[in-house]
């Protein structure tokens, strides 16, 4: 072979190269990841998500792509955020964290397959027919807010067997803050608690409910689940410090930064399950054909400095079913 033609052809061969790995890329399939927060905020929660993908036989980069999109807390990016993806033609779209969330994603598309995980009942919100057969281009995993509220204020009432009077605080814009409400007022009711709703949305807002706290000097507080109140995770457990306030959060992000207990769903489970209903949606199974899946798995977490700050005594009868001890 002449040496000319000889560069030729190697000259080709290092060109197609690239395009053959664009092309390769091309041909795996896309999902698209609806994200409430940021792509640093919990990296644990996306670990959970490959790894659910990885039971199916899926590792990001090598079989499969992924589109993130990230609304970093605001509710009114989630609409745009999923019509995006749409446009990109995923192959399925990962919505995990909220309603906000799977709402945006269903009312996106009606023929791309969606996996969501909400607190709420997804045939009461419209989302799917059926938890068994859910008959659309939609399924994922539930946890029932209600069941949780009920188990969150006993654990309270358990942790602080003295408290009378309990403040409450959500979010006004949440979308299920108003069955929040009420679901609480059903479990104060049953364990003979009086409740005082709180409503804050903003930073300042928190800030001033934290100084009417400190006037009225309730028992312990009671805060509702929202990426709102997560992302301010820090704001919450220094003030409810501050005020010495004994306080329930709904998730361990906000024991892990010296709130005092929560309890909630095993977050980096769920979205597990997700992983693994993406990937089993990419082999080909329907999500019309998927039972929407119960999360069984919840946590207990106290953290003990908290706890000694406050004067809060662990009961002998609670602290054997804690399921992780911050010290």
């Known amino acids: 072979m002449r040496r000319r033609e000889f560069l030729a052809l190697i000259g080709g061969a290092t060109a197609a190269w690239p395009l053959s790995a664009r092309a390769q890329r091309r041909t795996m399939p896309v999902i698209g990841f609806l994200g409430s927060t940021t792509s640093t905020e919990r990296p644990e929660w ?173 028992d312990a507080l009671f805060v509702g689940p929202d990426i709102f109140f997560n992302a301010r995770k820090f704001q919450l457990a220094t003030l409810a410090a501050r005020y010495g306030l004994p306080t329930s959060f709904s998730a361990r992000d906000y024991v892990e930064v010296g709130g005092l207990m929560s309890y909630g769903t095993d977050i980096n489970d769920t979205y597990r399950q997700v992983g693994v209903y993406a990937g089993r949606i990419l082999k080909g199974e329907k999500p019309a054909d998927l039972p929407v899946l119960m999360e069984t798995k919840f946590e207990l977490v106290i953290n003990m400095r908290t706890a000694k700050s406050l004067g809060v005594v662990i009961p002998p009868t609670l602290l054997p079913r804690v399921d992780e001890v911050i010290e």
């Open 46 to 218: 996306l670990r959970a998500f490959r790894r659910g993908l990885g039971e199916t036989g899926f590792t990001e980069g090598q079989n499969v792509a992924i589109e993130y999109r990230w609304a970093e807390g605001h509710y009114d990016r989630f609409p745009e955020l999923a019509r995006d993806l749409v446009r990109h033609r995923v192959a399925v779209i990962a919505a995990p964290g909220n309603i906000p969330v799977a709402r945006a994603a269903t009312s996106a598309t009606t023929n791309i397959p969606i996996v969501f995980s909400i607190p709420d009942d997804p045939v009461k919100l419209g989302l799917v027919a059926n938890l068994n057969w859910p008959g659309g281009n939609a399924t994922g995993v539930n946890f029932f807010l209600d069941i949780l509220v009920q188990k969150r204020l006993g654990l309270l009432r358990e942790l602080l067997p003295a408290a009378a009077r309990i403040a409450v605080l959500s979010n006004p814009t949440e979308p299920s803050a108003g069955s929040f409400a009420e679901d609480v007022e059903r479990a104060a009711r049953g364990l003979v608690l009086q409740t005082q709703m709180i409503g804050a949305s903003t930073s300042q807002q928190i800030d001033e409910a934290f100084v009417g706290l400190g006037r009225d000097l309730p």
